[in-house]
């Protein structure tokens, strides 16, 4: 990673209620668990060095949970793959060109079923030939379950996406779900949220626009 990570404080999450942004934020913190428990059984596989390493973005994730974190310079990002509702391959570098806010989620994740409908309506109101949302599923039945979730809180603005190996999760280096990654139109991350938000709050749509204008400004 070059540079220091600057840090939004503008409050991501600051569309949810405090209470709901406190229960959010607390089942986000708590699926860093496993992430955490996995860089501790890297470090006593590998000697300690990757280990140390793993430890050491572990504890950045938790401590950034809930916070929109600005990278100083873009950041190059795997060409992940993922399929479409149609049974479809395809992979991130088909959407450069656009600004695209990549969200990570599963229906076992109740956070990120709570920040969906926002994302939804996000979509409908910034979404056009510059601007879109891929929220990808990392179910691992696959397309049944994130497809009956979207029917049931009609959910008509995202497209439905899923990969079913979670490979982006590990692609990605997301410590945990739901995360949300907005990528510039080279395809390079510019900027990264672990944690819920109420992403069409007069806030936090205001951030991504200014987001979309700064991404286009750049080389």
Not at 153 to 182: F, M, N, R
């Amino acid at each position: 990673m070059s540079g220091q990570d600057e840090l939004n404080n503008t409050g991501a999450g600051s569309g949810l209620s405090p209470m709901r942004l406190g229960f959010y934020a607390a089942l986000a913190v708590l699926s860093l668990g496993a992430g955490f428990l996995t860089a501790h059984l890297i470090k006593d596989a590998d000697g300690g060095r990757e280990g140390n390493s793993e430890l050491s973005e572990t504890r950045t994730a938790y401590s950034n949970a809930g916070k929109l974190i600005r990278r100083s310079e873009p950041q190059p990002v795997p060409d992940v793959a993922f399929q479409d509702a149609d049974g479809r391959f395809h992979r991130l570098s088909e959407w450069r060109g656009k600004v695209v806010l990549l969200n990570l989620w599963a229906t076992w994740c109740a956070p990120c079923k709570a920040e969906m409908p926002s994302l939804d309506r996000l979509q409908a109101k910034l979404g056009n030939g510059t601007f879109t949302i891929l929220a990808i599923s990392q179910d691992r039945t696959g397309l049944a379950k994130p497809a009956a979730f979207f029917a049931q809180e009609g959910l008509k603005h995202l497209a439905l996406y899923y990969d079913s190996t979670s490979a982006a999760l590990a692609e990605l280096k997301a410590s945990g779900l739901p995360v949300s990654i907005i990528l510039d139109r080279q395809g390079r991350e510019i900027a990264r949220q672990l944690g819920p938000a109420e992403w069409d709050s007069p806030a936090v749509s205001s951030g991504i626009e200014g987001l979309i204008a700064s991404a286009g400004q750049q080389g």
